[in-house]
């Protein structure tokens, strides 16, 4: 550890707020809020030819950059450091030692106090900076930045340093002198050289930066990769760096051009200055970013997003179906499970849905697994039906799957006739016969999917570029799961009409939508004697299918007695943990430390009504259903 000069100490041990702390004599200086302990900083990094302290500050001003800064009531909680390294005009180590000298200096400053750090340079500064990020992940560690802010860094390098270069050459060659000296000068001032348009060192560093920092850096770089907040700050009146090499890899979101010179745009005099507040406005942004697992997360999530610009796209989608939610005479083969009616219509490009030229496909699934498989086919099948056994519990989801495995041991013929008793396919008006039966080869082991071919009528115009599909058929869902999800792995485009009917009395009916991007509307319920409705419409692009997770959703529990998929667990007690007033919908924590409790407003008992809020002690009739912990009722203690 590097000890304080002794100048620098003042007599209570400690450095006063006014006070420059030096923690490496002319290589890092700056100021800690001695009132407070902060784990974030801000790290100044000079360019070329700069100064430690001089570069951030005019002449004539009292307070620099860094003193305004450091002095911001609205920024108490960033302490303030500079980072010097030797940069002359005629004499200058390489910025790959720059670099090495910030990480030994970045080092020492979190020794003692582990730092998030707000780098913040100006011109080559900036390259000093990103050449330290991507030494730092290249070795496997992770730097602890929090941000970077670019003031004037040709991160493609200048064109004018080139051009001189190129002047000197030639005049050179006529003068021996000269020569002489342009050998000189490139011995001793390797930075220049580096900074040239097109220079090795710029090539290797964009490539670097691109693969470990842009954008969360890519995939094949595994943990050696970070999400970083940059901003670039340009100068309008800059001679020395252009703005497209200032802006580099960013675009207008990270991008703020202002109109100073080179030198002039890290010198703001005051706080209201525009120089300034692009530094305060970007710090504020590092104060509040999410952590790196959360960005990794959004960025996963926005892949599969993007993903889906190569897909299937739908316009104009109807869908509805009604659960009976109650046993029928008519499945008494499938014990445990209800009917349920569907109608799905969409217009979609033809090419995109036929297989060999002539066919389409539908399917039914049993599980996640078989339905990634369906789904997986090329082309995609128009419509799947799954039946989800995964969200019940191990010993309904083991009753129900033998009642499935007898029906997947008939003839395909058979067995689609019980799963799906009526179906109609239509193309553009035009019914589509059945064809043959696909099952999934498992040998001795139980089939998981289905998959039926449709074949378009001989006299359907194949040069068509759009269809109107339509899809209404008859199947079977589980009657013991109290959980519909409505999804599309593919883009739907313009007007979307959804509509989930489930019949029966219900204690509760809960709506859920999850859209990319977000619906400026929400689902809306209906309900009437013995009925439930979910619908929900949206104008515009839906991209649904994130992480397996629906457009639209209903968790329900029916008062169906005991033995029908839910079972009473008795009486408990707890805490209200969360409560949305808008959905009506709140989670109970309770005493005996078991797993978490979800209610809604309406089993709150009558003549008992209260105002749930957070931390109110509660008690509650707790029923277990479809693998999920409800409360029946709901009493104030």
């Given at each position: 550890?590097?000890?304080?000069?002794?100048?620098a100490?003042?007599?209570d041990g400690?450095?006063?707020?006014?006070?420059?702390?030096?923690v490496?004599?002319?290589?890092?200086?700056?100021?800690?809020?001695?009132?407070r302990t902060?784990?974030?900083?801000v790290?100044f990094?000079?360019?070329?030819?700069?100064e430690?302290s001089g570069?951030?500050k005019?002449s004539s001003?009292?307070?620099g950059?860094?003193e305004?800064?450091?002095?911001?009531?609205?920024?108490q909680?960033?302490d303030?450091?500079a980072?010097?390294?030797?940069s002359?005009f005629?004499?200058?180590?390489?910025?790959?030692n720059?670099?090495?000298?910030?990480a030994?200096a970045i080092?020492?400053l979190?020794?003692n106090?582990?730092y998030?750090i707000?780098?913040l340079a100006h011109?080559?500064?900036?390259?000093?900076?990103?050449?330290y990020?991507?030494d730092?992940?290249a070795?496997?560690?992770i730097?602890?930045?929090?941000?970077?802010?670019?003031y004037?860094?040709?991160t493609?390098?200048?064109?004018?340093?080139?051009?001189?270069m190129?002047?000197?050459s030639?005049?050179?060659?006529?003068?021996p002198?000269?020569?002489w000296?342009?050998?000189?000068?490139?011995?001793?001032?390797?930075?220049?050289e580096?900074?040239?348009?097109?220079s090795?060192?710029?090539?290797?560093?964009h490539?670097?930066?691109?693969?470990?920092v842009v954008?969360?850096?890519?995939?094949?770089?595994?943990?050696?990769?970070?999400?970083?907040?940059?901003r670039?700050?340009?100068?309008e009146?800059?001679?020395?760096?252009?703005?497209?090499?200032?802006?580099?890899?960013?675009?207008?979101?990270?991008?703020?051009?202002?109109?100073?010179?080179?030198?002039?745009l890290v010198?703001?005099?005051?706080?209201?200055?525009d120089?300034?507040?692009a530094a305060?406005?970007?710090?504020?942004?590092?104060?509040?970013?999410?952590?790196r697992?959360?960005?990794d997360r959004?960025?996963?999530?926005?892949?599969q997003?993007?993903?889906?610009r190569?897909t299937?796209?739908?316009n104009?989608?109807?869908?509805?179906?009604?659960?009976?939610?109650?046993k029928?005479?008519?499945i008494?083969?499938?014990?445990?499970?209800?009917?349920?009616?569907t109608?799905c219509?969409?217009?979609?490009?033809?090419?995109d849905?036929?297989a060999?030229?002539?066919a389409?496909?539908?399917g039914?699934?049993?599980?996640?697994?078989?339905?990634?498989?369906?789904?997986?086919?090329?082309?995609?099948?128009?419509?799947?039906?799954q039946?989800?056994?995964?969200?019940?519990?191990?010993n309904?989801?083991?009753?129900?799957?033998s009642?499935?495995?007898?029906?997947l041991?008939?003839?395909a013929?058979?067995a689609?006739?019980?799963?799906?008793?009526?179906?109609?396919?239509?193309?553009?008006?035009?019914?589509?016969?059945e064809?043959n039966?696909?099952?999934?080869?498992l040998g001795?082991?139980?089939?998981?999917w289905?998959?039926?071919r449709f074949l378009?009528?001989?006299?359907?115009d194949?040069?068509?570029?759009?269809?109107?599909?339509?899809?209404?058929?008859?199947?079977?869902?589980?009657?013991a799961?109290?959980?519909f999800v409505?999804?599309a792995?593919?883009?739907?485009?313009?007007?979307?009409?959804?509509?989930?009917?489930?019949?029966?009395?219900?204690?509760y009916?809960?709506?859920m939508?999850?859209?990319?991007?977000q619906?400026?509307?929400?689902p809306?319920?209906?309900s009437?004697?013995?009925?439930q409705?979910l619908?929900f419409?949206?104008?515009?692009?839906?991209?649904?299918w994130i992480?397996r997770?629906?457009?639209l959703?209903t968790?329900?529990?029916?008062l169906r007695s005991?033995g029908?998929?839910s079972q009473?667990?008795g009486?408990?007690?707890g805490t209200?943990?969360?409560?949305?007033?808008a959905l009506?919908?709140?989670?109970?924590?309770?005493?005996d430390?078991?797993?978490?409790?979800f209610?809604?407003s309406?089993v709150i008992?009558?003549?008992l009504?209260?105002?749930?809020?957070?931390?109110?002690l509660v008690?509650?009739?707790?029923?277990e259903?479809?693998?999920?912990?409800f409360?029946?009722?709901v009493?104030k203690?």
């Amino acid at each position: 550890m590097v000890q304080l000069p002794e100048a620098a100490k003042p007599a209570d041990g400690g450095p006063k707020p006014d006070e420059e702390l030096v923690v490496i004599q002319n290589v890092l200086i700056g100021r800690q809020h001695r009132e407070r302990t902060n784990d974030k900083c801000v790290l100044f990094v000079h360019g070329l030819t700069g100064e430690i302290s001089g570069t951030w500050k005019e002449s004539s001003s009292t307070d620099g950059f860094m003193e305004l800064l450091f002095h911001d009531p609205e920024l108490q909680d960033f302490d303030v450091f500079a980072f010097g390294y030797r940069s002359q005009f005629f004499r200058g180590a390489s910025i790959n030692n720059a670099a090495i000298q910030l990480a030994n200096a970045i080092q020492e400053l979190v020794q003692n106090r582990p730092y998030q750090i707000v780098l913040l340079a100006h011109s080559m500064g900036g390259l000093v900076c990103m050449r330290y990020i991507v030494d730092q992940l290249a070795r496997g560690r992770i730097p602890p930045a929090i941000g970077l802010i670019l003031y004037a860094t040709p991160t493609t390098g200048s064109d004018l340093l080139k051009a001189a270069m190129l002047v000197g050459s030639v005049v050179g060659m006529k003068i021996p002198l000269v020569r002489w000296l342009l050998s000189l000068f490139s011995k001793t001032q390797r930075q220049i050289e580096e900074l040239k348009t097109g220079s090795e060192f710029l090539t290797n560093l964009h490539a670097e930066w691109a693969f470990r920092v842009v954008n969360g850096g890519h995939e094949s770089a595994r943990s050696d990769r970070m999400w970083l907040p940059v901003r670039v700050v340009t100068a309008e009146d800059d001679l020395f760096v252009t703005e497209a090499s200032a802006k580099g890899l960013y675009g207008a979101i990270d991008w703020l051009p202002l109109s100073y010179g080179h030198v002039a745009l890290v010198k703001p005099v005051d706080r209201n200055n525009d120089r300034y507040v692009a530094a305060k406005s970007f710090l504020r942004i590092c104060r509040d970013a999410p952590n790196r697992e959360i960005l990794d997360r959004i960025w996963q999530a926005s892949n599969q997003v993007w993903s889906s610009r190569n897909t299937r796209v739908s316009n104009s989608l109807r869908f509805s179906t009604v659960i009976e939610n109650k046993k029928l005479p008519e499945i008494a083969n499938l014990a445990g499970f209800t009917s349920c009616r569907t109608f799905c219509q969409y217009e979609v490009i033809l090419e995109d849905i036929v297989a060999d030229g002539n066919a389409i496909e539908i399917g039914i699934t049993i599980s996640d697994e078989g339905s990634r498989h369906v789904w997986s086919r090329n082309p995609k099948p128009v419509y799947v039906h799954q039946i989800g056994l995964e969200f019940l519990p191990k010993n309904e989801r083991e009753e129900l799957q033998s009642s499935l495995n007898k029906v997947l041991v008939m003839k395909a013929e058979d067995a689609w006739s019980l799963f799906f008793p009526k179906m109609s396919i239509t193309m553009d008006k035009q019914p589509l016969s059945e064809d043959n039966i696909l099952y999934q080869d498992l040998g001795l082991q139980y089939s998981n999917w289905l998959v039926r071919r449709f074949l378009m009528p001989a006299s359907f115009d194949r040069k068509k570029f759009k269809v109107d599909l339509k899809v209404e058929y008859d199947s079977i869902v589980p009657l013991a799961l109290a959980h519909f999800v409505f999804s599309a792995p593919w883009i739907i485009n313009s007007v979307a009409d959804l509509r989930i009917v489930v019949l029966g009395d219900f204690e509760y009916f809960v709506p859920m939508w999850r859209l990319i991007p977000q619906a400026p509307s929400s689902p809306r319920t209906v309900s009437s004697a013995g009925r439930q409705e979910l619908v929900f419409s949206h104008d515009g692009i839906i991209a649904s299918w994130i992480n397996r997770r629906g457009a639209l959703e209903t968790t329900y529990n029916s008062l169906r007695s005991k033995g029908d998929g839910s079972q009473m667990n008795g009486y408990g007690t707890g805490t209200i943990l969360q409560f949305n007033q808008a959905l009506g919908v709140g989670v109970i924590r309770p005493d005996d430390g078991s797993a978490q409790v979800f209610f809604t407003s309406t089993v709150i008992e009558r003549g008992l009504a209260f105002e749930p809020t957070i931390g109110q002690l509660v008690d509650f009739d707790l029923v277990e259903f479809a693998g999920i912990r409800f409360a029946s009722s709901v009493r104030k203690r």
